[in-house]
């Protein structure tokens, strides 16, 4: 099933792949090490939240958005998110999740277009915290080692999640813009 993923996670899980190799660690000590790296309590989901938050109000300054504009972004992608956490801890398609999050977000950036603010940018930013990076850089990964099938599902999964981005963006400028598609 698709599931979020941890970063940190990864990262330990990583590091116990390569002390299993340098260490020549048994068995035993693999189970235990793994053992406790899973019962590790994960980060704080009101964490992830803001610091999501901030990456994506980043991206609307980095493309050239005003401080108000930013603003929005960061709100804008708190109700997104959030909505993304609960959909997810209530096992919610995760195709479902990223075109409602993805509608979510940008229809309260759309609240940016009753300022006087760069309000395009603040609502084609608004949705980039789904971007799904880390399955387009497997799938390209897995296809330069050799690995055609696996990569080219993941790049197809990775395709239809940005599908679903987009589907969720364009029933806002749908709705707000006048049918501006």
Not at 15 to 44: F, N, Q
Not at 127 to 139: A, D, E, K, R, S
Request: glycine letters at 6%.
């Amino acid at each position: 099933p698709a599931l979020p993923i941890s970063f940190e996670r990864n990262s330990d899980l990583s590091a116990l792949s390569w002390d299993a190799v340098d260490e020549h660690l048994s068995l035993t000590d693999l189970r235990d090490r793994y053992g406790e790296l899973i019962a590790k309590p994960c980060m704080d989901p009101i964490f992830v939240l803001l610091t999501v938050g901030l990456a994506n109000a980043s991206f609307c300054r980095l493309f050239g958005g005003d401080w108000t504009a930013v603003g929005i972004v960061f709100t804008s992608t708190l109700v997104g998110f959030s909505a993304r956490q609960r959909m997810q801890a209530h096992a919610v398609n995760h195709f479902l999740v990223f075109i409602l999050s993805a509608f979510l977000a940008s229809l309260c950036a759309s609240s940016a277009l009753g300022f006087d603010c760069t309000a395009e940018v603040a609502i084609a930013t608004s949705p980039l915290f789904l971007v799904p990076g880390v399955p387009l850089i497997n799938g390209v990964i897995d296809i330069v080692e050799g690995h055609i099938l696996i990569g080219c599902s993941r790049l197809i999964n990775a395709l239809l999640l940005i599908v679903c981005i987009a589907v969720g963006l364009s029933a806002t400028l749908m709705i707000v813009k006048n049918s501006l598609l």
